[in-house]
């Protein structure tokens, strides 16, 4: 069974930082790219960044670019979501998914999510 | 990165069909054929529903299609049911290889 578990989440001030971690199980992590999606209280999805399966594409969305750095320890099955200079409105539940294999863009496992609060 | 345009609520009687659209604004998705759809019940995490504009995934009922007309996809739930009660993002693959979420539907089962 494919499983993603996310950790590291908490209640953080603006402008300080977080390491969002996510370990895969269940399928061979080193084939697949892993991306981060989040969620705020009540609200929709917002893709925010992906890492393909060798580290070799990076990529962010617009909201995050500068602030967020995504990375992995194949060897740990690890993703790792960097998210330095937190504002209110990175508040949201953070969501590790993987990507289906090849070419395809679904993203077919998600984890449970880590709550990431920012509030003075 | 504009986020596809979803409506905010549709609902239905059990047995009966729903269709959501999922329209997107700007060039940014190519020929949009990466859309796939998701299901998320509250306090859960989603579940893709639909891919590549309209298959299936196993095990997946097969109650729920997709389709596509130029700009518009479209997900339908046949035969509704309690259990589709939830809320449905669509989302596409974006030609700067990045992705966009749907503003999102809430589904409610009458």
């Known amino acids: 069974e494919v499983q993603l578990v996310e950790s590291g989440g908490g209640l953080v001030q603006p402008g300080r930082s977080l390491r969002l971690s996510c370990v895969g199980s269940?399928?061979?992590?080193?084939?697949?790219?892993i991306h981060w999606v989040r969620q705020p209280p009540g609200k929709g999805l917002e893709w925010v960044s992906g890492?393909?399966?060798?580290?070799?594409?990076?990529v962010y969305a617009d909201s995050v670019k500068g602030r967020f750095t995504i990375s992995r320890d194949n060897a740990k099955k690890s993703v790792f979501l960097q998210v330095n200079s937190l504002r209110p409105e990175d508040t949201a539940l953070y969501f590790c998914?993987?990507?289906?294999?090849?070419?395809?863009?679904?993203?077919?496992?998600w984890g449970q999510g880590t709550l990431v609060t920012v509030s003075s | 990165q504009s986020a596809l345009t979803q409506p905010a609520s549709v609902s239905g009687s059990p047995g009966q069909s729903l269709t959501i659209s999922c329209t997107a604004t700007?060039?940014?998705?190519?020929?949009?054929?990466?859309v796939s759809w998701y299901q998320q019940h509250p306090g859960k995490a989603p579940k893709l529903i639909i891919y590549?504009?309209?298959n299936r995934p196993s095990g997946v009922s097969n109650r729920f299609s997709g389709s596509k007309s130029g700009n518009t996809a479209s997900l339908t739930i046949s035969g509704l049911q309690a259990e589709d009660d939830a809320d449905y993002f669509c989302?596409?693959?974006?030609?700067?290889?990045?992705?966009?979420f749907g503003t999102g539907t809430k589904v409610t089962v009458l």
């Open positions: 590549d504009v309209s």
């Open positions: 700007s060039s940014d998705v190519g020929d949009y054929n990466y």
């Open positions: 269940g399928f061979i992590f080193d084939d697949y790219a």
């Open positions: 989302k596409s693959y974006t030609t700067s290889y990045t992705y966009v």
């Open positions: 998914v993987k990507r289906g294999s090849g070419n395809y863009r679904y993203f077919d496992n």
């Open positions: 890492i393909s399966f060798n580290s070799g594409s990076k």
